[in-house]
Antibody, heavy 121, light 111 residues
Framework: QPQVQESGPGLVRPSETLSLTCSVSGVSISSGSSYWGWVRQPPGKGLEWIANIHYTGATYYNPSLNRRVSISVDTAKNHVSLNVSSVTAADTGFYYC?????????????WGQGALVTVSS | QSVLAQPPSVSGAPGQRVTISCTGTSSNFGAGYDVHWYQQLPGTAPRLLIYDNNNRPAGVSDRFSGSRSGTSASLAITGLQAEDEADYYCQSYDSGLSGPVFGGGTRLTVL
């Protein structure tokens, strides 16, 4: 199983861009049919899928977020990045990176511990 | 409001069997997409519990099992233990949204 570790700024000002990095070890993010994704969780609330990416660069976004979200992959560094622009307090929460196993209904089989992001002035 | 509907909470005594339901629609379960389940212990990240309706990853107890029929799915936990107290989420793919969708989560309390 891969080891997944998210990192980010912790605190972001409203209207600014949130940038997160997902570092993967134990497997190459460009191996086989590997997809990687981001899921977030507001405090005390449920899970929300944000975006997925294949190492070739193919991207998939949650329609409710895609105008503000950008996901990218750096195969040389073996990491995946997420940017969320024009953040508001509603973007506060834990952000999880996970490997995506692609079947007709893709699932997330290896999760990082999460990065807590607070949007506040 | 989540695409997949789960009861907010369920409870059971140690040793009992509990089930958690997950209700979908024609654009997810009804379209033939499988259900997956995650367990989130307090203060931790979610962990994959069941995938493709009824398959357990290595290391997951056989006390956990899943099923799907029509537009509904369920997770069953037998021989309930205190360590099972957690939030449980169902997840599938929705053709209308063209992406993964989660249920709102169910908090399991072991009495």
């Amino acid at each position: 199983q891969p080891q997944v570790q998210e990192s980010g700024p912790g605190l972001v000002r409203p209207s600014e861009t949130l940038s997160l990095t997902c570092s993967v070890s134990g497997v190459s993010i460009s191996s086989g049919s590997s997809y990687w994704g981001w899921v977030r969780q507001p405090p005390g609330k449920g899970l929300e899928w944000i975006a997925n990416i294949h190492y070739t660069g193919a991207t998939y976004y949650n329609p409710s977020l895609n105008r503000r979200v950008s996901i990218s992959v750096d195969t040389a560094k073996n990491h995946v990045s997420l940017n969320v622009s024009s953040v508001t307090a509603a973007d506060t929460g834990f952000y999880y990176c996970a490997r995506v196993v692609v079947t007709p209904a893709a699932h997330f089989d290896s999760w990082g511990q999460g990065a807590l992001v607070t949007v506040s002035s | 409001q989540s695409v997949l509907a789960q009861p907010p909470s369920v409870s059971g005594a140690p040793g009992q069997r509990v089930t958690i339901s997950c209700t979908g629609t024609s654009s997810n379960f009804g379209a033939g997409y499988d259900v997956h389940w995650y367990q989130q212990l307090p203060g931790t990240a979610p962990r994959l519990l069941i995938y493709d309706n009824n398959n357990r990853p290595a290391g997951v107890s056989d006390r956990f099992s899943g099923s799907r029929s029509g537009t509904s799915a369920s997770l069953a936990i037998t021989g309930l233990q205190a360590e099972d107290e957690a939030d449980y989420y169902c997840q599938s793919y929705d053709s209308g949204l063209s992406g993964p969708v989660f249920g709102g989560g169910t908090r399991l309390t072991v009495l």
